[in-house]
């Protein structure tokens, strides 16, 4: 697994001990996408958290860019699903974004000129470049998303994890992050994205599918399938457009029982979250 960025054996994962998802076994090359697709609890972020070594293995084997899942090399950029919003001061998106430069420079590191390159390619990349100097605090949860999303791309990591990097975007925003980690893997980057959309999946090199379990793990093609996607989310529809985005989230405080996701055809266009994108600042 040494030639790997991710790679994994017999792996079981979960928290003090109690297994969330055993039976994990994967191999991601550098320049090569992953999608992890399940429902909320199904044990996607526990795996992206496994992968960054915040959390332990259970069991089984994990290696990371040639090593132990967290083990003090700089090499991997982690976006969690919330993002921490309590600055004491006033800050800048753009100084956001440059937090991405930190691991590489040092917390009182001075940017160079490369660095401030990678900052502004980034935002350029995600359609951001007229909120530089926007208060974080002003912008909308789609906006905050797409900023926390060059934080991660400007570090120019060897190996990307992101936990549901698509919550809050509109429609345009999801392509400008789709062409972006098309960029990300020509540049020899790997990707592990924890995703409900299977759009985005259908655009990775891989997918796995967790419900507690491992469904099933290979080429979109071969792991998108309807009794596959039953088996995940326990509900799937099909509609003309091709595969279908199933939305396990109790949007607006509505419950829809244990179990039930909602659905919904990929075509829609925009998603239904809270802090919703509204493009670029408008």
């Given amino acids: 697994m040494s030639s790997a960025a991710v ?30 697709v399940g429902t909320n609890g199904s044990g996607k972020s526990t795996l992206l958290k496994s992968i ?7 069991g089984g084997t994990l290696d990371v860019l040639g090593g132990a899942p967290g083990g003090g090399h700089t090499g991997v950029a982690y976006l969690s699903q919330s993002h921490e919003q309590g600055f004491l001061l006033p800050i800048r998106a753009k100084d956001v974004v440059r937090m991405g430069r930190w691991p590489v420079r040092g917390l009182l590191g001075r940017l160079r000129s490369n660095d401030e390159r990678y900052v502004d390619d980034a ?4 359609g951001i470049e007229d909120l530089a100097d926007r208060p974080l605090g002003s912008l909308s949860g789609g906006q905050c998303q797409r900023v926390h999303l060059a934080q991660a791309a400007c570090r120019r990591a060897d190996l990307l994890l992101l936990d ?16 972006l980690m098309d960029s990300e893997r020509d540049r020899g980057a790997a990707i592990v994205s924890a995703t409900h959309d299977v759009r985005e999946a259908a655009r990775a090199d891989l997918v796995l599918l967790v419900a507690e379990r491992v469904v099933a793990c290979g080429p979109p093609d071969e792991v998108l399938t309807a009794a596959a ?10 509609d003309a457009t091709g595969p279908v985005v199933i939305d396990p989230h109790h949007e607006h405080g509505h419950h829809h029982g244990p179990g039930t996701p909602r659905v919904r055809g990929h075509a829609a266009g925009h998603d239904h979250e809270h802090g919703h994108d509204h493009g670029h600042g408008h």
């Avoid at 960054?52 to 259970?58: D, Q, S």
């Avoid at 919550?167 to 789709?178: F, M």
């Avoid at 996607?229 to 099909?238: D, K, P, R």
């Fill in 7 to 36: 790679g994994a054996s017999a792996l079981s994962i979960g928290y003090h001990g109690h297994v969330v998802v055993s039976g994990i076994d994967l191999s991601l090359a550098p320049g090569q996408w992953l999608a992890v």
């Fill in 52 to 58: 960054a070594g915040l959390i332990p293995t259970v």
């Fill in 123 to 126: 935002m350029t990349a995600l």
């Fill in 164 to 179: 549901e990097p698509t919550s809050g975007l509109d429609a345009a925003s999801r392509e400008r992050y789709l062409a």
């Fill in 229 to 238: 996607l039953a088996a995940t989310f326990g509900v799937i529809i099909s």
